[in-house]
């Protein structure tokens, strides 16, 4: 008898604990279902607030550059303003349009400018690099003047320094129409022996007969360090005229930045006057209204690489001693006025 209540007992706490396990069972499924609706409702509320950060950065993008492009139009048409302002005085003063800074006072001998513009060749075929080494260099500009002319409706190329002509050369094999010009005869005899659309003649002058509106890229590759700061700036705000929108203005310079350069081999010509930097030249294409402006700099000395893969040798002075030895800055501007 005891035996079968013990049983029956048992029989029920079996049931009991069935039952309990059951209870427990369906707590935890509940509680799951929760932690899942906590999760979802937890990711929902990440990912709005993952689009609320983006949204604000958008936002703080757009207003920057539209702020960037209001900046670079005022400059625009203060620096149309004060063009004018040059046209009006010059003619008022029956007086040529000519650079306001001094000029030395070297006796102008048609035998010495000979022999000079002899010299400046030999030294540019000396230091400067062979033909096909100037050519592989400057190739990396071809994407960004295609461009230029295709948003241009085709308009041509103007690259006053034209030297030797190798940029003129990439030109021309790319389908697209370009005219050089420089100072130094011996140098243009060179490029129209190579069929190039080379003339003799200073960038004052081409810029200021070229018409508004007429040009897709004016390009300058190791001009401007020859040049005095004045008209450096003549010339980039004449371009902001002379190029049609969506044209580019590139400008490439030794990169002082590099130790080497900046030492040694910036002072291998007699000619350059100072050295143009980055900061300089970006602030001059803000002044002036380009936008946006991109600054590059290319063509590492080749042991660069040998350098930073020495552990012991730190990269960053590897960089300012072996690293980029151009300095390239190009300002668009912009297709519409904003």
């Not at 005022?74 to 003063?93: G, I």
């Not at 050369?169 to 190579?194: C, F, H, R, Y």
């Not at 000395?301 to 040998?306: F, G, T, Y």
Request: proline content about 6%.
């Amino acid at each position: 008898m005891g035996d079968d209540v013990s049983k029956v007992k048992r029989i029920g706490d079996y049931i009991a604990a069935f039952f309990k396990l059951g209870r427990t069972e369906r707590m935890a499924k509940e509680a799951h279902r929760n932690m899942r609706s906590i999760e979802e409702r937890f990711n929902g509320l990440e990912a709005r607030e993952r689009r609320f950060r983006d949204g604000i950065k958008q936002m703080v993008q757009g207003e920057t550059q539209a702020l960037m492009a209001r900046n670079a139009e005022l400059a625009r048409n203060f620096v149309e303003l004060s063009r004018r302002l040059d046209q009006v005085l010059l003619a008022s003063s029956d007086r040529p349009a000519q650079p306001s800074y001094p000029t030395p006072d070297v006796p102008k001998a048609e035998g010495l400018e000979a022999v000079m513009d002899s010299f400046y060749h030999r030294l540019e075929n000396k230091y400067r690099g062979s033909v096909s080494d100037i050519r592989n260099r400057l190739r990396v500009y071809l994407p960004d003047v295609e461009s230029a002319v295709i948003r241009t409706g085709g308009k041509p190329v103007m690259d006053i320094g034209c030297g030797r002509g190798e940029w003129l050369e990439l030109l021309n094999d790319a389908g697209l129409s370009a005219m050089g010009i420089d100072t130094n005869p011996v140098q243009i005899g060179e490029a129209q022996e190579k069929g190039l659309d080379a003339r003799q003649g200073d960038a004052r002058r081409a810029l200021s007969e070229a018409e508004d509106n007429s040009l897709a890229c004016i390009s300058a590759h190791h001009l401007i360090e020859h040049l005095p700061f004045e008209e450096v700036l003549w010339i980039t705000r004449e371009a902001m005229r002379v190029l049609a929108p969506g044209g580019v203005l590139l400008f490439e310079t030794p990169d002082v930045r590099n130790v080497l350069v900046g030492a040694t081999s910036f002072h291998n010509d007699p000619t350059h006057l100072h050295p143009m930097t980055d900061p300089v030249l970006t602030v001059l294409f803000e002044t002036v209204g380009f936008q946006p402006i991109e600054t590059r700099r290319l063509h590492p000395h080749e042991k660069l690489a040998e350098f930073i893969a020495k552990p012991s040798f730190d990269p960053e002075l590897a960089n300012l001693m072996f690293g980029a030895q151009d300095l390239a800055i190009l300002g668009h501007k912009p297709l519409q006025e904003v």
